[in-house]
T-cell receptor, first 113, second 113 residues
């Protein structure tokens, strides 16, 4: 799976929108873009995924660049509970025998009250 | 649904001891896997299973054994614990191989002295 690059940390104010960027310039045509987050002392939690089109769900929105070389996870209104490490992961759903998610360093999001 | 459960939450072992980390899911998921997370790092895949009776190695399988006799349970055995196996262990499940959303357990924090 191709590599992703994310900022080490970001800060946000409570109740404001947060845009978490991810660069993946070597993405292949069959790579899905996944986002997981990990709250302190907990297991990772699925947030959202997409292939080409922008996606929305109850947790967040995923904006994917037209060339697919970057994407942005959008939290519309950050709460203190959103403070976590956010991982952007590329995965080839069809060529990945182990269903493996390759976790990089992620972005540590801090939310200020 | 309880989701993915793991026991114990914490464990301390002496070098050379063996033990089994338990993982169970009640969602009738076919796919289950084990990851380890070392301090400040992302998760790495140890072993996985695509269904009862079928297991395979992930990225870092040495020193660990698995079996899958039922759909619900996927225990991870440490054969002879070493300090290098000090880590947090997460079990995950998903509906099937290639499925986008994976559910993670709360983790087992293992210390080997």
């Amino acid at each position: 799976d191709a590599k992703t690059t994310q900022p080490n940390s970001m800060e946000s104010n409570e109740e404001e929108p947060v845009h978490l960027p991810c660069n993946h310039s070597t993405i292949s045509g069959t790579d899905y873009i996944h986002w997981y987050r990990q709250l302190p002392s907990q297991g990772p939690e699925y947030v959202i995924h997409g292939l080409t089109s922008n996606v929305n769900n109850r947790m967040a929105s995923l904006a994917i660049a037209e060339d697919r070389k970057s994407s942005t996870l959008i939290l519309h209104r950050a709460t203190l509970r959103d403070a976590a490490v956010y991982y952007c992961i590329l995965r080839d759903n069809y060529g990945n025998a182990g269903n493996m998610l390759t976790f990089g360093g992620g972005t540590r999001l801090m939310v200020k009250p | 649904n309880a989701g993915v459960t793991q026991t114990p939450k914490f464990q301390v072992l002496k070098t050379g001891q063996s033990m089994t980390l338990q993982c169970a899911q009640d969602m009738n998921h076919e796919y289950m896997s084990w990851y380890r997370q070392d301090p400040g790092m992302g998760l790495r895949l140890i072993h996985y299973s695509v269904g009862a009776g079928i297991t395979d190695q992930g990225e870092v399988p040495n020193g660990y054994n698995v079996s899958r006799s039922t759909t619900e349970d996927f225990p991870l055995r440490l054969l002879s614990a070493a300090p290098s196996q000090t880590s947090v262990y997460f079990c995950a499940s998903s509906r099937a191989q290639g499925w986008n959303e994976q559910y993670f357990g709360p983790g087992t924090r293992l210390t080997v002295t």
